[in-house]
């Protein structure tokens, strides 16, 4: 399966809606345009998880690099909607407690 990656800029945000899978084989693609997008100071790039039904190991990985690319250059990441079964990912790691997640799962709670 494939990722699908669309980009909308904002003045001081920026938007990246995701459609697919987050694994071995799509994660670079998502960690070179992350690394690209965060590396602006100043500037909050929330990255929308609602059409994202899988993720291994290499998407959480891709998620690390990218809150520390954004806390070396003074940017802010923050994750959206994701569905219940890769936010467990998250908590599970315990990235839910350092990452700034705002999980309005869908069909379900916030």
Same mark, same amino acid.
């Given at each position: 399966?494939?990722?699908?990656?669309?980009?909308?800029?904002?003045?001081?945000?920026?938007?990246?809606?995701?459609?697919?899978?987050?694994?071995?084989?799509?994660?670079?693609?998502?960690?070179?345009?992350?690394? =690209?997008?965060?590396?602006?100071?100043?500037?909050?790039?929330?990255?929308?998880?609602?059409?994202?039904?899988?993720?291994?190991?290499?998407?959480?990985?891709?998620?690390?690099?990218?809150?520390?690319?954004?806390?070396?250059?003074?940017?802010?990441?923050?994750?959206?909607?994701?569905?219940? =079964?890769?936010?467990?990912?998250?908590?599970?790691?315990?990235?839910?407690?350092?990452?700034?997640?705002?999980?309005?799962?869908?069909?379900?709670?916030?």
């Amino acid at each position: 399966m494939n990722l699908q990656i669309d980009i909308e800029k904002e003045t001081d945000l920026t938007t990246v809606y995701l459609s697919g899978e987050i694994d071995i084989y799509t994660a670079p693609q998502l960690k070179e345009q992350m690394v =690209r997008l965060l590396e602006e100071p100043g500037v909050t790039v929330e990255v929308d998880l609602e059409d994202v039904g899988y993720m291994d190991s290499t998407g959480i990985g891709t998620f690390v690099n990218a809150l520390k690319v954004s806390n070396m250059n003074g940017s802010h990441l923050r994750l959206v909607n994701m569905q219940d =079964r890769v936010l467990r990912l998250f908590s599970i790691t315990g990235l839910d407690e350092i990452m700034d997640i705002n999980a309005a799962i869908r069909g379900g709670q916030e």
